[in-house]
C-alpha cells in the first residue's frame, strides 16, 4: 500500500486511497467514532478493497494468540457485506496514521474488539454505501434499488451486477458518508458466527513470522547477561573469552549488561558462557520476597488511604451480630512467554528499522528514536507475531538494548533473550496484602464491607502520579460485581526495588483472589452455601445473576462426589464482563490435585465470533490456574531466584484440565474477554480445596503449602 504523505483532508484521503490500482482504502477514527478518518493522527483500522473482490482489514493491534485479526476484520466485513473467504487480515504499517488511541499503537487491557467495534462497523458501512452509490450511478438508477452482497453490488429490477473491486476507484471519489447506516444484528452473516482464524494456518506450517523468525541480509544474532542485582550495573568484562569462541564477532557492553553477537544464537550464547563479567551493586537493591510480604502483611492491618467509601462502614459494623475478617497475600509473578525477549534493529544512513513482538508499537519507537539520538519519526516498527505477550510486551527494554547493540557492531542484529534471561529481568506482577472485614447482620446478610490493600505501586512505576493508587485498588472490590451498602477500599503503599509491571488482569488478578476467598469465608459464616451468598451480592446486578444461573445450569452441583473432593466456585466483574466459574477438586492423602471439571459462564455482549470468546476464557483460567499452582518469584538480596521451567513450573498440556465455556446471549455493549477468566482460577480452586478437605489457603501459590497436581 503506497501510504500518503501529504496533509490530508476528507477528499485527499479518499482521492488518493483510490489512486492505489482498482482499491478504496477507508477508515474511521477509534475514539471519535462519530466522524470518518480525515486527519494524520489517531486513525484507528482501515480496510481496503482490492481489485479483485477481495477485501483486506488493517489491524493495527497486536496479535498474540487472542484472535484479534479474526474478530476486528469480521467486524469489518459483515458491514462491508462480503463472505469470509473474501476477507484478509494484515498489520498495517508502521505509520502514525495507524495509532490506535491517544496518539499511540498499542494493544492491552482487553480492549481491542470493545474499543474498534464501532468504528470498524461504521468504516464497513461508509464503504459500503460508497460502493452501492458508485454502482446505482454507474447504471442510473436509485441508490434505494441497490444492494450489497458477498462482494458485489446488485440491480434486482434489472439482474446486474458488478464486484467491489471494479467499482472501488468510483467509489473513492465520492464523499464519505457522515452517518452511515448499520446492519440490524437480524442481519448478521459473520457476526456471532464461528469463523476460522486467518492467522492459525500459517502458524500451523510454520509459515508465520514471529519475532524470532525474523532474517535480514548481513543479520547478526546476540544474546545478553544484565546486572543479576536489580538497579546495578555493568562494572568491567574482559571481552577475550568469548572473542576466542569460533563464529563470535563482538562483545557489546551497556551500562548494566554485556552482550555477545556471533553468527547465531549458539555461537553468541558459548561466547556469554565463557565470560566472567563483574557488576557494580552499590545502591542497588537489597530486596527479599521474604521480607516483602511480611512487610506488606502488617501495612495490610494498619489504616491506609481511602480511595473509596460508600455508605457508612463504621456503623454497620457497630450493629454487625457477626463480624468476618481474613488477610490475604499474593507473590511477585512472572509472565513466562512461550517466546522469550527479542528484537531485529537495522540502523541505516536515515531510517532505522525495528521488528519485535511488541504490545507497544509507538512507545517502542519513540524509545529507540532517543536511545540512538534520531528523530522519531526516522524509526519505523515492524511488529511480527508475538509468542505470548500478557502484558510484558508492553515494555521496550529488549528492543532498545537490540539498538544499542547494532549501533555498535554497525550492522542488522537479532538479539534473543535466553530463557533465564527472560524470567530474571522480567517487569513482575506486584505481590500483594489485603485485610477484608465484612459485618454481617442477625439473618446473616452482609451489610458492610471494608478492605485494605497494602503492595507497591504498579502506576508510579509507570511514572503516573502515585495519588491515582486508591483509585487503581477500587479493583479490590472485584470490580462491581457485588452489591455492598457500605463499603470502605483504602491503599498502604510499600515500594520495592523490583521491576514491575503489567500481568495479566492486571490488579483483578489478586484482588480476584482476594475478595472470592473472602466471600466464601463470609458464606460459612453466615451459614449459606457460597453460590447462594453470591446470589444475595448479586442482587441488582443482572450480569452477575445471569452467570450463576448458567452456572448453576450447566454444571452439577447438587451431585455427591464423595470424600476429599469439593467444588470451588469464583466470579470478577471486569472489562465490561462478568465471569463465573466452578472447579471440581479432590485431594489425596499426599496433597496431590485432581481436577475433575472446570466450567465458566460469561456475560460479555455482542459476542464477534464464539470460538474465539471460548478459547480466551479456556487460555486465561488455565494462565490463571498455572499462577495458583506454581506462580512464586523468589526475591533473594535483590535478585530473582528462579531461571527457568525446571525452578518455575508451567503446566504442561498433559496436565491442563478441560475448562468448558458457556456464553450468556446478550445484544449488550461489547466486553473484553481476554483477561477476566484469570482472574478466578485461584479462588475457585482454593475454594474447592476447602470444599474438599476443610483447609483454608490465604496466599499463593499453593505449593507453598505443600500441594501438587497429579
Request: aromatic share 6%; proline share 6%; glycine share 10%.
Amino acid at each position: 500500500m503506497q501510504l500518503l504523505k501529504a496533509p490530508m483532508t476528507r477528499r485527499t484521503l479518499f482521492a488518493g486511497a483510490g489512486a492505489v490500482a482498482g482499491s478504496l482504502l477507508i477508515g474511521w477514527r477509534a475514539e471519535a467514532s462519530t466522524e470518518p478518518v480525515a486527519t494524520e493522527a489517531d486513525l484507528a483500522n482501515w480496510l481496503r478493497i482490492n481489485a479483485d473482490d477481495t477485501v483486506t482489514v488493517y489491524v493495527a493491534q497486536a496479535e498474540m494468540g487472542q484472535g484479534v485479526m479474526a474478530a476486528l476484520s469480521a467486524i469489518a466485513a459483515e458491514e462491508l457485506g462480503v463472505r469470509w473467504d473474501q476477507v484478509k487480515a494484515e498489520m498495517p504499517p508502521s505509520d502514525p496514521r495507524f495509532r490506535t488511541k491517544r496518539g499511540r499503537r498499542v494493544t492491552g487491557n482487553s480492549d481491542s474488539v470493545m474499543s474498534g467495534f464501532e468504528p470498524l462497523r461504521k468504516a464497513g458501512a461508509a464503504a459500503r454505501e460508497m460502493l452501492v452509490t458508485a454502482a446505482a450511478a454507474e447504471w442510473g438508477v436509485p441508490v434505494g434499488e441497490c444492494r450489497a452482497a458477498d462482494g458485489r453490488v446488485s440491480h434486482t429490477a434489472s439482474g446486474r451486477s458488478l464486484g467491489f473491486g471494479s467499482l472501488a476507484t468510483a467509489a473513492a471519489a465520492l464523499p464519505v458518508p457522515t452517518d452511515p447506516a448499520l446492519k440490524p444484528a437480524s442481519e448478521w452473516t459473520l457476526i456471532g458466527k464461528r469463523l476460522p482464524r486467518q492467522d492459525v494456518p500459517a502458524k500451523v506450517m510454520g509459515t508465520a513470522v514471529f519475532g524470532v523468525d525474523v532474517q535480514l541480509p548481513g543479520l547478526r544474532t546476540a544474546t545478553i547477561m544484565a546486572c543479576p542485582t536489580f538497579g546495578g550495573s555493568l562494572a568491567s568484562v574482559d571481552p577475550a573469552p568469548a572473542m576466542a569462541v569460533s563464529g563470535v564477532s563482538h562483545v557489546v557492553q551497556l551500562d548494566n549488561a554485556v552482550a555477545v553477537v556471533g553468527r547465531s544464537y549458539w555461537h553468541a550464547m558459548k561466547g556469554l558462557q565463557a565470560l566472567q563479567p563483574k557488576w557494580n551493586t552499590e545502591g542497588a537493591s537489597q530486596d527479599n520476597s521474604v521480607d516483602i510480604q511480611a512487610r506488606l502483611r502488617e501495612a495490610a492491618t494498619q489504616p491506609g488511604a481511602v480511595g473509596r467509601a460508600t455508605g457508612d462502614t463504621s456503623a454497620a459494623f457497630a450493629a454487625a451480630a457477626k463480624v468476618v475478617e481474613a488477610v490475604y497475600e499474593a507473590p511477585f509473578l512472572a509472565h513466562m512467554c512461550m517466546e522469550p525477549m527479542n528484537a531485529t534493529v537495522r540502523i541505516g544512513a536515515d531510517h532505522v528499522d525495528v521488528w519485535a513482538p511488541t504490545q507497544a508499537e509507538t512507545d517502542t519507537a519513540l524509545a529507540v528514536a532517543k536511545t540512538l539520538g534520531v528523530a522519531p519519526e526516522t524509526v519505523t516498527v515492524h511488529t511480527t507475531m508475538l509468542g505470548g505477550g500478557f502484558g510484558r510486551r508492553t515494555g521496550t527494554d529488549f528492543a532498545v538494548q537490540a539498538a544499542q547493540i547494532a549501533k555498535e557492531v554497525g550492522a542488522p542484529v537479532k538479539l534473543i533473550w535466553s530463557r533465564e534471561e527472560d524470567i530474571r529481568h522480567d517487569f513482575y506482577r506486584p505481590p500483594m496484602a489485603s485485610r477484608y472485614r465484612a459485618a454481617l447482620d442477625a439473618e446473616g446478610r452482609v451489610t458492610a464491607m471494608e478492605v485494605n490493600v497494602a503492595g507497591p505501586s504498579l502506576i508510579e512505576a509507570f511514572g503516573m502520579p502515585p495519588n491515582l493508587d486508591p483509585m487503581i485498588h477500587t479493583m479490590a472490590s472485584s470490580g462491581d460485581a457485588y452489591r455492598i451498602p457500605n463499603l470502605k477500599l483504602s491503599y498502604n503503599r510499600s515500594n520495592v526495588q523490583v521491576p514491575l509491571g503489567i500481568w495479566r488482569a492486571t490488579m483483578l488478578s489478586q484482588h480476584g483472589f482476594f475478595v472470592e476467598s473472602f466471600v466464601d469465608e463470609v458464606a460459612l459464616t453466615a451459614g449459606q452455601s457460597p453460590l447462594a451468598l453470591r446470589r444475595a451480592l448479586t442482587e441488582g446486578n443482572p450480569k452477575g445473576a445471569a452467570v450463576l444461573d448458567e452456572l448453576e445450569r450447566i454444571f452439577d452441583f447438587k451431585r455427591e462426589r464423595g470424600r476429599n473432593r469439593g467444588v470451588g466456585i469464583a466470579m470478577a466483574d471486569g472489562w465490561n464482563c462478568v465471569c463465573a466459574a466452578a472447579l471440581d477438586v479432590s485431594v489425596a492423602e499426599d496433597s496431590a490435585l485432581t481436577i475433575h471439571e472446570i466450567a465458566c459462564t460469561l456475560h460479555c455482549g455482542i459476542v464477534i465470533n464464539p470460538a474465539i470468546v471460548e478459547s480466551q476464557i479456556q487460555g486465561g483460567f488455565l494462565y490463571g490456574l498455572d499462577a495458583a499452582l506454581w506462580g512464586d518469584i523468589e526475591i533473594r538480596n535483590g535478585q530473582t531466584v528462579p531461571g527457568n521451567f525446571d525452578t518455575q513450573p508451567v503446566l504442561r498440556f498433559d496436565q491442563a484440565p478441560r475448562v468448558r465455556v458457556s456464553i450468556v446471549r446478550s445484544d449488550g455493549p461489547v466486553g473484553g474477554v481476554g483477561e477476566i477468566a484469570t482472574s478466578i482460577a485461584a479462588p475457585a480452586l482454593t475454594n474447592a480445596i476447602f470444599a474438599a478437605i476443610g483447609r483454608r489457603l490465604r496466599e499463593l501459590p499453593v505449593a507453598r503449602a505443600g500441594f501438587s497436581l497429579t
